[in-house]
T-cell receptor
Framework: DAGITQSPRHKVTETGTPVTLRCHQT?????MYWYRQDPGHGLRLIHYSYGVKDTDKGEVSDGYSVSRSKTEDFLLTLESATSSQTSVYFC????????????FGSGTRLTVV | DAKTTQPPSMDCAEGRAANLPCNHS???????VYWYRQIHSQGPQYIIHGLKNNETNEMASLIITEDRKSSTLILPHATLRDTAVYYC?????????????FGGGTRLMVKP
């Protein structure tokens, strides 16, 4: 969708296992974001990146790490998944040189059992 | 970024105009008003944004009050496909990578 893809789209994993979600963009934009969405909480920012190897924490970063070794990929890792991390995860990119161009991916539905 | 207040839900008849209000009384002079919507299970989608002038595009119109403390998103002829959660966000627009902060939004139900 508009140059941004998330994988996998759905995943079920067991508590305590590591999980990595991938966000891939084809347009080489600088800023990328990971959000989670839960009923009653809306979208909350987990981590974001402003360039290769440049990342920062968002509102709900505990239990998550990210990596950005190349411009096109922004990885979100749950080191040891917990049931509280069951959620829908959205990646977003901010299109450079525009002042409205946030584009979101289609989401990854993660279930931790 | 300034906080926003939106009604949690609204109904609209198909074919009629949907007017979604947003209060942002603490908005600063350099903060823009953005509107996004999220159709069930999809990622949020940009609709429109503005600073102080009214704006219109192919999707909607944005009316910002003169004091900028509130705004209204107008969908001129709502269709069933416009049923979604609509988010009003205010933020400074610069290249420092300010992220979007989402509130609860308004759940718009368009009814036949």
């Amino acid at each position: 969708d508009a140059g941004i893809t998330q994988s996998p789209r759905h995943k079920v994993t067991e508590t305590g296992t590591p999980v990595t979600l991938r966000c891939h963009q084809t347009e080489n934009h600088r800023y990328m974001y990971w959000y989670r969405q839960d009923p009653g909480h809306g979208l909350r920012l987990i981590h974001y990146s402003y360039g290769v190897k440049d990342t920062d924490k968002g509102e709900v970063s505990d239990g998550y790490s990210v990596s950005r070794s190349k411009t096109e990929d922004f990885l979100l890792t749950l080191e040891s998944a917990t049931s509280s991390q069951t959620s829908v995860y959205f990646c977003a990119i901010r299109r450079d040189n525009t002042n409205y161009g946030y584009t979101f991916g289609s989401g990854t539905r993660l279930t931790v059992v | 970024d300034a906080k926003t207040t939106q009604p949690p839900s609204m109904d609209c008849a198909e074919g009629r105009a949907a007017n979604l209000p947003c209060n942002h009384s603490t908005i600063s002079g350099n903060e823009y008003v953005y509107w996004y919507r999220q159709i069930h299970s999809q990622g949020p989608q940009y609709i429109i944004h503005g600073l102080k002038n009214n704006e219109t595009n192919e999707m909607a119109s944005l009316i910002i009050t003169e004091d900028r403390k509130s705004s209204t998103l107008i969908l001129p002829h709502a269709t069933l496909r416009d049923t979604a959660v609509y988010y009003c966000i205010v933020r400074v627009d610069n290249n420092a990578g300010n992220m979007l902060t989402f509130g609860g939004g308004t759940r718009l139900m368009v009814k036949p």
